[in-house]
């Protein structure tokens, strides 16, 4: 069950900038039974001096951790992925404790992002994932250190690895446990995060052709799109059959509307529907 867990879940920093913070996260994840460390952008020397000093014996974790120019770059090959946040910012997404959410990493290709150490992450890099968690802590003061917050989540995550929930009762209804071996079609798993992002970029080109979505109100809408799509979990077919039809409609507005190359700012690209001037409602 730890093998299963460590090859399933890796941990995503996102711009961080303490190399006493990176080493520590990397003797956490070591302590807990895992393995995958992803930095986005590292704004320090995560394999220099003072990042070893912390990591002790987990120093295979810092030369192994992979390093991306992105977020959804760090999320490739995931099909599941949790972000941290620690304000009270409002989000269309509802924070739940790590003991509620966390679980679910269990069951498939997942990843579990963790922002900068002064400002956490954006509106926009917590669009990217499906479910949030804020970690309790009192109101004196809020915000986690950053290996802190790391360290409660993998604790939290050994802990179920290593004491899985006892199984329901006789009589009561026996959900499948997770890791429980099935067949399943290549269409019906799960769509990975990168097909989901390839199908929003494509939703968004095509809406704010159609003049649906106005580049001032783009993101908040598509946002909202995210999170319908969030809580239904798309599969490869799914996700295939709302891409086809995006393909179908494009081809319907080129062939009734011939307009040509499409210009790079999208200014008037259907002329004959110009977009309304009233403001939208968020």
Not at 197 to 203: A, I, K, S, T, V
């Amino acid at each position: 069950m730890i093998s299963t867990a460590a090859a399933n879940i890796r941990i995503i920093l996102v711009e961080p900038a303490g190399p006493l913070n990176v080493g520590s996260v990397a003797r956490v994840l070591k302590n807990m039974g895992l393995h995958q460390l992803v930095l986005v952008n590292p704004q320090c020397d995560y394999l220099g001096t003072e990042a070893r000093l912390m990591a002790v014996r987990a120093a295979d974790i810092l030369e192994n951790a992979r390093v991306v120019e992105s977020l959804p770059a760090a999320l490739v090959g995931c099909t599941r992925a949790i972000a941290t946040t620690g304000d009270d910012r409002p989000l269309a997404t509802k924070p739940e404790a790590p003991a509620d959410a966390l679980p679910w990493l269990l069951e498939a290709p997942s990843a579990l992002i963790f922002g900068r150490e002064d400002c956490g992450l954006t509106n926009a890099e917590l669009n990217y994932a499906q479910r949030l968690i804020r970690i309790p802590s009192s109101d004196a003061y809020t915000s986690l250190n950053l290996a802190q917050a790391v360290a409660v989540c993998c604790y939290e995550l050994y802990k179920l690895v290593v004491n899985p929930p006892l199984p329901p009762p006789w009589g009561e209804k026996k959900e499948t446990p997770p890791n429980f071996p099935q067949a399943v079609k290549k269409e019906d798993a799960s769509a990975s995060l990168e097909n989901l992002e390839g199908y929003y970029q494509q939703l968004e080109t095509l809406l704010l052709k159609v003049g649906y979505l106005h580049p001032h109100t783009a993101a908040s809408r598509m946002a909202k799109f995210r999170h319908l799509y969030n809580r239904a979990y798309p599969s490869v077919g799914e996700v295939a059959m709302l891409r086809g039809i995006l393909r179908q409609v494009e081809w319907a507005i080129r062939k009734t509307h011939p307009i040509g190359p499409v210009s790079d700012s999208l200014d008037q690209a259907l002329p004959d529907y110009p977009a309304q001037k009233a403001s939208e409602p968020d």
